[in-house]
């Protein structure tokens, strides 16, 4: 056998064979193309069959709801608040940095639709069918950390409200491991709940979306109607002023703030295919999209931000938590709809966003071991151990350091998978290589250097600045390589911007050749 065989130019200008193409564009593979189990696939990772993808634009607008409204999304709002913004401010923030990721969103969920492919098989057409592992764990270790921050916050979030029902004895439980066992109780209760709705495949996750969309927005108008009624009507909300104005203080936190917004989603518009991959066409994924993403994440801001400016009114503070803010009800029937309100908020999320994704990546790492149930149990594992209470202890740790940073490198990720699909390959992928070694896609012993380098350089220029405020931190206050430090407000941005060109740059000028597997 030879060392190698002939190049193999990136490019497809017509469809290649075994593979059929319907009236509408989309593409599957024709019978036999695409061996059923193997090293590189399994029942989860083959492309979802045609008669198979029927989400409609109802369908990815419920979904972008349903994950939009939650709790983390509001503290994301109501902390730029508490760092000193007033609510034209923030939602301005929000309302761009949503418009911004919605682009690469729609980038790479077309190929969702036109294949039936989830993100870590995409990946492989940039990475190698190897390497694509890389971005795959990057996406499912983010992933694990926001499952267990998800959870955690609902967990507490229902230790809270139970406690006030049932009083004292409940708050003031044995601890154990530091907090009280009425609040592990929660936690793992919430934690069995989320993984049973999952372990029920993605049409249960269809089906839940759908009701629980428009459940979590009648809470969210709910809170906003009792605040306005405690401050004495919308008026107190509106006023309350900006500690920055708009001047100096103002824009040393809007950049950070604004790569941090984008950093929220920056984890979904990697693994977006995970959804649009069972879209009934390209029309429904990007009005769903379009429609779901922008306009709910700046209502549900609005929200967030008025009820937070209210709660500054009201008790001299702004409580940019929900949940704390709903634990001062006396009402118990509130206290109960607010109960029922986090569950249903913070499972939409969490399903969708956080499981669904890691469980695709972690099978793609060992096909034939790993299915989308056993990578959905390995990532509520592993969202359980990282202490996850820690992430979102003050807004500056949760959006500075946690969201920037992962936003720097998901960034980073996305730039390569544009730059493959749209630029390189013009949106026409091999099914059949990508599933076989020694392929289009295998390069060098499964590994695409180039992909991996432009990761590197951008990586690091998106995140090697990475500073903190002193006491404020895990970072320096130079950054970490003092000279990027101007950069790291940007992350996202530079670490998207850098790999896109480096990777097209490569990729033009040496396309590789494809090596035999070992």
């Known amino acids: 056998m030879p060392a190698t065989s002939p190049s193999v130019p990136p490019e497809l200008p017509i469809t290649p064979p075994g593979q059929r193409t319907a009236p509408d564009g989309r593409i599957e593979p024709a019978p036999g193309a695409i ?35 939650n709790i983390p999304s509001w503290t994301l709002a109501s902390g730029l ?64 950390c926001w499952f267990g921050i998800q959870t955690w916050i609902g967990g507490q979030g229902i230790y809270i409200l139970l406690g006030k029902i049932f009083g004292g004895d409940w708050a003031g439980a044995a601890s154990i491991g530091g907090y009280p066992w009425t609040l592990w109780l929660c936690f793992l209760a919430f934690w069995a709940a989320e993984l049973a709705i999952i372990h029920r495949g993605m049409q249960t996750l269809r089906r839940f979306e759908n009701w629980a969309a428009p459940f979590v927005l009648v809470g969210a108008v709910a809170l906003l109607v009792w605040m306005a009624v405690k401050a004495g009507g919308f008026g107190p909300l509106l006023d309350q002023p900006s500690t920055l104005g708009w001047g100096p203080d103002f824009w040393p936190v809007f950049f950070p703030s604004l790569m941090g917004m984008i950093g929220f989603w920056a984890t ?66 509130g206290l109960l709809f607010a109960l029922v309100t986090v569950l249903i908020a913070t499972i939409s999320v969490n399903i969708a966003a956080n499981v669904v994704s890691p469980a695709y990546d972690l099978a793609h790492l060992a096909p034939k071991f790993i299915n989308f149930r056993t990578g959905a149990l390995i990532t509520g594992v592993v969202g359980v151990i990282i202490l996850p209470w820690k992430l979102t202890a003050t807004p500056e740790l949760y959006i500075f350091t946690w969201l920037g940073v992962v936003g720097g490198l998901l960034g980073t990720v996305a730039g390569i998978l544009i730059a493959d699909y749209w630029i390189i390959r013009r949106t ?61 407000d940007y992350g996202w941005a530079v670490g998207l911007g850098t790999a896109l060109t480096l990777y097209a740059a490569l990729m033009a000028t040496a396309p590789g050749r494809a090596t035999p597997p070992n």
Not at 59 to 66: D, H, V
Request: hydrophobic share 50%.
């Open 35 to 69: 061996a059923p189990h193997g090293r590189y696939v399994n029942a989860d990772l083959r492309p979802v069959p045609l008669a198979e993808r029927r989400w409609t634009t109802y369908n990815f607008t419920a979904l972008w709801i349903g994950m939009a409204h």
């Open 81 to 144: 608040v508490a760092l000193g913004m007033d609510w034209k401010q923030a939602v301005l923030t929000i309302a761009l940095a949503n418009l911004v990721v919605l682009v690469p969103m729609l980038l790479t969920g077309h190929a969702g639709p036109k294949y039936g492919i989830p993100f870590p098989v995409l990946a492989r057409a940039s990475f190698g069918l190897r390497g694509a592992n890389l971005p795959a764990l990057v996406r499912a270790a983010v992933a694990c």
């Open 268 to 333: 979904l518009s990697l693994n977006i295919p995970d959804f649009t991959r069972f879209g009934a066409g390209q029309r429904a994924q990007v009005w769903g999209q379009t429609l779901g993403l922008p306009t709910t994440m700046t209502a549900f801001a609005l929200l967030s931000v008025l009820v937070t400016s209210g709660s500054q009114a009201v008790y001299g503070a702004p409580i940019w938590d929900p949940v704390a803010l709903a634990g001062k009800s006396d009402n118990v029937f």
């Open 428 to 488: 026409v992928l091999d099914l059949a290589d990508l599933y076989r070694p020694g392929g289009r896609y295998w390069y060098t012993a499964g590994w695409n250097w180039r992909a991996v380098l432009s990761f590197v350089v951008g990586g690091l220029l998106a995140v090697g600045g990475s500073y903190s405020q002193p006491g404020k931190g895990p970072f320096p206050a130079d950054g970490l390589i003092p000279f990027l430090k101007p950069l790291a």
